[in-house]
């Protein structure tokens, strides 16, 4: 049914609810286990959904009778299902992608999931057996495949595939925000991967009380194709030498491993590897506290690509710690906010008299925008500066934007236009990125405009003028005008 309804490719962006099958076979927790044993029985199942008041609270299953009358030796007579339920429940929205409930699954190693409206009540679920006949060209199976890679090369030959299937999908009915987050996924998968064929096949593991941080796109979760390495490491105060010299074992081995696979590294070497972007939990203190009172352009920029951090792999009480630090120290220091916000202003899209775009005068983008540098380089860093502010650290700038418009920061216009500029400026990279691939040429962030369509320039021209009104909210909120240069 579904691979008919907007062909292969549009099924992953149709809504769960459109597969959910209902109703659920469920039971309350006050049931009896030898009346959900005959309603087992009775349905020919090997598990129920216990709910109350219609919301899942557990599950109970055949083995979790077998286990009970084993322990019990068959005196079950008044035992209730809340005493042997699982209540460890994976759940999705009705209203969320079907890709998202493919990647839980997948994540979770599970068979089902169960579907739940907007007050978290059971409305039905969804089977993997939803999803067969996708074989290759299902994200589910791809994200399989890296699960059970045994080595690099077969990473790397995933890693083509996966090119593939967003091509695919990029010509679909698959909006900009689904396609950046598939991406991140499949990146997180590529590297947790990794980190498991280093225990499993060279015994090198992450010390205890370290973490993995993910920063900048990869971070934020919102990578496009062929995005470099940026990443940090953070480890508990006190760690043994020994420790410390696996944990710089390990960064060496994961950054190379990245790269075999086809995920450049950073060239500003803002790298796990790099001694200057490893340190212990006080020392990112220290660092971070200096960065942010002590403003000057160079710390700007290195906090600037540290702020997204999120914990791929490790501990992540260490990155709970850093963003309390940050929090205090930005909460201190009053004018590292207005001086971030000047120095984000300098990126602001080049969009002249009657709404005319400013191409590049020399250089190897001589003629052309630079669509990262003066458009998504402005947003993003724009969206997390107002976000930092209010103390949100976590998602993409999606949700960021989102987030702020709750808290008052932005006008309803404002999220739709910000969003929608975002939107576009990741697809047309996103696009021009697939093409240089397909050219086997190597992907740039520069267009010419006179190449694009009329309807496309126009297109581009709104999505500047976007970025521009979050650089003018900027320059009021922390009125640049009156900072000294």
């Not at 299902?81 to 493919?102: F, G, W």
């Not at 340190?279 to 220290?286: R, V």
Request: charged content about 25%.
């Amino acid at each position: 049914m579904p691979n008919n309804l907007l062909g292969e490719d549009g099924f992953f962006f149709l809504e769960v609810d459109a597969l959910c099958k209902s109703p659920v076979v469920a039971c309350a927790p006050e049931a009896g286990v030898v009346e959900v044993a005959q309603k087992m029985r009775e349905h020919r199942i090997s598990g129920l959904v216990v709910v109350r008041d219609a919301v899942p609270v557990g599950i109970v299953s055949a083995r979790d009778l077998c286990d009970l009358i084993a322990v019990t030796g068959g005196q079950v007579g008044d035992r209730r299902v809340a005493e042997v339920m699982q209540t460890e429940l994976v759940t999705i929205p009705r209203s969320h992608y079907v890709y998202d409930a493919i990647f839980k699954m997948a994540k979770h190693n599970i068979h089902r999931i169960l579907v739940t409206d907007s007050g978290g009540r059971l409305v039905g679920m969804v089977t993997d057996t939803d999803f067969l006949g996708l074989q290759t060209r299902s994200p589910l199976y791809l994200t399989r495949e890296i699960a059970s890679a045994r080595t690099l090369v077969q990473l790397r030959g995933i890693s083509e595939q996966i090119v593939e299937t967003i091509s695919r999908l990029s010509r679909s009915v698959a909006d900009t925000r689904s396609l950046v987050h598939l991406i991140s996924h499949f990146n997180d998968a590529f590297t947790l991967r990794i980190v498991s064929l280093m225990e499993e096949d060279e015994g090198l593991s992450l010390p205890a009380g370290a973490a993995y941080l993910a920063l900048g796109s990869e971070g934020r979760g919102e990578q496009t194709l062929r995005t470099d390495q940026d990443s940090a490491i953070v480890y508990a105060d006190g760690l043994a030498p020994e420790a410390l010299a696996t944990l710089d074992r390990f960064a060496e081995r994961l950054v190379d491993a990245l790269e075999e696979v086809g995920v450049p590294r950073c060239p500003g070497n803002t790298l796990a590897c790099n001694p200057e972007w490893r340190h212990s939990l006080s020392a990112w203190k220290e660092r971070l506290a200096q960065w942010i009172s002590v403003p000057k352009p160079e710390s700007l920029v290195n906090f600037s690509m540290f702020q997204d951090f999120r914990t791929l792999h490790g501990d992540v009480s260490l990155e709970r710690e850093l963003h309390d630090h940050v929090q205090n120290c930005i909460q201190r220091n009053a004018l590292y906010l207005p001086y971030m916000a000047r120095h984000v202003f300098g990126f602001r899209a080049r969009v002249g008299m009657f709404g005319r775009i400013l191409v590049e005068r020399r250089g190897e983008g001589r003629g052309k925008v630079d669509i990262k540098k003066h458009g998504i380089f402005a947003l993003t860093q724009g969206v997390s500066l107002l976000a930092l502010e209010q103390g949100l650290f976590n998602g993409t700038t999606w949700d960021k934007i989102e987030q702020l418009g709750t808290r008052g920061i932005f006008s309803a216009n404002d999220v739709e236009v910000f969003g929608e500029s975002f939107s576009y400026l990741m697809r047309l990279r996103l696009s021009m990125q697939l093409r240089a691939l397909a050219a086997k040429a190597v992907p740039t962030n520069y267009i010419d405009p006179l190449l694009m369509t009329p309807s496309e320039r126009e297109r581009l021209r709104s999505a500047l003028k976007g970025v521009n009104a979050l650089m003018k909210i900027l320059k009021n909120r922390y009125r640049l005008d009156f900072i000294a240069r």
